[in-house]
């Protein structure tokens, strides 16, 4: 991996919730509130690949593996180094895993109308997926369910690797 992004190590782990409850503040003058909180540590380390950028941490991107694909399950950078090319840096470093492991796709869901979320990954090569595998199925509805489509409606997005 080049530039600021690194795997992340298991001191970086406990700094991400901080990282993902200040990027969630960015939703509050969308009138998104009440965003199912940040998971602890342990969990995150249960990630199939954690990417970091900065030392310590300023942003991160959770990786999954979901019908073959690379999933990014969370990108999340902090509101205090955002506007400094982090989203990209990570979003790039996870399509360099998705191509170093042989996955020919990375996916993800995400707010189709906010603005830093569906138009960003659309201007970075994602497009809408209109027929999910069943892993990506299972996500979306576990997603409903935990209530994230209470917030505006959520796309599932892929490009290739």
Do not use: K
């Not at 965003?35 to 900065?54: K, M, N, S, T, Y």
């Not at 996870?94 to 993800?108: F, I, N, P, Q, S």
């Not at 569906?118 to 299972?138: H, I, K, M, N, S």
């Amino acid at each position: 991996m080049t530039g600021p992004v690194r795997d992340a190590e298991a001191a970086d782990l406990p700094l991400l919730a901080g990282i993902e409850t200040a990027a969630d503040t960015l939703f509050v003058p969308l009138g998104t509130t009440g965003l199912p909180p940040a998971p602890p540590a342990e969990q995150r380390a249960e990630a199939w690949r954690v990417l970091v950028a900065g030392r310590p941490p300023a942003g991160f991107a959770v990786l999954e593996r979901v019908d073959g694909a690379v999933h990014l399950e969370q990108l999340a950078v902090h509101p205090s180094a955002g506007r400094r090319g982090l989203g990209t840096a990570l979003l790039d470093a996870a399509v360099e895993v998705a191509r170093g492991c042989g996955a020919r796709w990375v996916t993800l869901t995400t707010y189709a109308d906010v603005p830093w979320n569906a138009p960003w990954y659309a201007a970075r090569g994602f497009t809408g997926v209109t027929d999910p595998g069943p892993g990506l199925a299972a996500l979306v509805a576990a997603e409903a369910a935990a209530g994230l489509t209470a917030h505006g409606r959520r796309v599932v997005m892929a490009r290739p690797a």
